[in-house]
């Protein structure tokens, strides 16, 4: 069983930033991920950002780019999203999951909530 613990949300102002945290295990497998989501009241949850673990690459959901980055320090097995120019439509609860590439997400943190 992989725990995921989210840290870091809290409530800031338009424009405001916040730096979310995710302590996991992270695995050195190439095609394995981390991902960053979210979902406000009344609506779906989506993807905001994911990065591999054991490899390059990052993934932005076109609604943060800019403005929204992910890294990972495999030595403190977290992963970060820093969040700049919040907006108030970015208020959600934000969740953090690990996955593999053909698998999907498989494990989920209990969440941390984002007031803007």
């Known amino acids: 069983h992989v725990q995921l613990v989210e840290s870091g949300g809290g409530s800031v102002q338009p424009g405001g930033s916040l730096r979310l945290s995710c302590v996991a295990p992270?695995?050195?497998?190439?095609?394995?991920?981390m991902g960053w989501f979210r979902q406000a009241p009344g609506k779906e949850r989506e993807g905001v950002a994911a990065i591999y673990t054991g490899g390059v690459g990052t993934y932005y959901a076109d609604f943060v780019k800019g403005r929204f980055t992910i890294s990972r320090d495999n030595a403190k097995n977290t992963v970060y999203l820093q969040m700049n120019n919040l907006k108030s439509e970015d208020t959600a609860l934000y969740y953090c999951?690990?996955?593999?590439?053909?698998?999907?997400?498989?494990?989920w943190g209990q969440g941390t909530q984002v007031t803007v």
């Open positions: 992270l695995s050195t497998y190439s095609g394995d991920c």
């Open positions: 999951a690990r996955g593999r590439s053909g698998q999907g997400y498989m494990a």
